[in-house]
């Protein structure tokens, strides 16, 4: 079985993971790349063993996991630090998400990733779809989450304004009104993956109502 491969992105609070748990809910299965990242950073993983070579054994923790946090400010702080681990571990989740959609027996395989399009992952996938929302809405969830105002900032900041995602998408996802309006957009989504997954494989995937 060949799947229809779908790329998911958006940035903080853009309701890119509600589209995912909708996509699961229809039938999809869904990759979190967060997951397989934790995966990797686990005790004795290759992206453990990565992260070590590259910027020492004091971010391991004393299992000899990645000490995510310490990474995180570490990597926050030092660009070529960031640089150098994204260009180890990024590789590895790819390897890892061609080998999950490989071995499935669902139609439709999604990745959900905040940086697929920033880690050039987009040529993966037969679908790239994005999640967007107003850049003061994107604030106001971000803030109710539990960040600072000026975390959320930061943050979003860093994240940009969501042009190279929109350029590299095939589908865009605006959300910026109500959660049914965003259940009809992901219908109508799934509709549409439906047939392009004809298109590419002659068969149509089973909806979950």
Excluded: W
């Excluded at 998911?8 to 309701?15: E, F, I, P, R, V």
């Excluded at 309006?181 to 549409?192: C, G, I, P």
């Excluded at 047939?195 to 995937?205: P, Q, S, V, W």
């Amino acid at each position: 079985m060949t799947p229809l491969l779908v790329g998911l992105t958006g940035g903080l609070a853009s309701g890119k993971s509600t589209v995912a748990e909708l996509l699961a809910e229809a039938g999809c299965l869904v990759v979190d790349a967060d997951r397989l990242v934790a995966e990797l950073y686990a005790s004795g993983g290759e992206g453990a063993r990565a992260v070590a070579a590259i910027a020492g054994e004091e971010l391991l923790a004393d299992d000899g996991s990645v000490d995510r946090r310490l990474l995180a400010a570490r990597m926050f702080q030092d660009d070529p630090l960031r640089a150098a681990v994204e260009a180890a571990v990024h590789p590895l989740v790819r390897r890892r998400f061609r080998e999950l959609s490989a071995a499935s027996e669902t139609p439709i395989v999604v990745l959900e990733a905040t940086l697929l399009v920033e880690a050039g992952y987009g040529p993966d996938f037969d679908v790239v779809v994005t999640v967007e929302a107003d850049g003061d809405r994107r604030l106001r969830r971000a803030i109710a989450r539990g960040l600072s105002e000026d975390q959320a900032r930061a943050r979003l900041a860093a994240q940009g304004g969501g042009a190279a995602r929109r350029a590299a998408a095939d589908v865009v996802l605006e959300n910026d009104g109500s959660l049914d309006e965003l259940r009809k957009a992901v219908a109508d989504l799934v509709a549409s993956l439906g047939d392009r997954l004809e298109a590419k494989t002659g068969r149509r995937a089973e909806s979950r109502k």
